[in-house]
């Protein structure tokens, strides 16, 4: 094995190991409608005796609350559901 295909390999493996990919994740598309009732019923359930009482870690509750508080506007695909028909 030459040095150059140990080294392809060696990369090969941190990818596959995953310190080179970012983690996975879940984008969604929401009309402004959709939001503001995900908005509503996060604050809701905002309750550290409820979330504890799921079972649910506070921490990444309130990191999903932070996360949709700090949603962007975008332009919506034509594969979602509910938007508004002009």
Do not use: H
Not at 46 to 55: A, F, P, Q, R, Y
Request: glycine share 6%; net charge negative.
């Amino acid at each position: 094995m030459t040095i150059a295909e140990y080294k392809e390999l060696c990369k090969k493996d941190k990818l596959m190991i995953g310190q080179d990919v970012p983690p996975k994740g879940w984008n969604i598309e929401l009309t402004e409608g959709q939001f503001d009732y995900l908005c509503n019923v996060l604050m809701e359930a905002n309750d550290d005796s409820l979330i504890m009482g799921k079972g649910w870690d506070i921490q990444t509750f309130d990191n999903l609350v932070d996360n949709v508080c700090n949603a962007k506007e975008t332009y919506l695909s034509k594969n979602v559901k509910g938007v508004p028909v002009r």
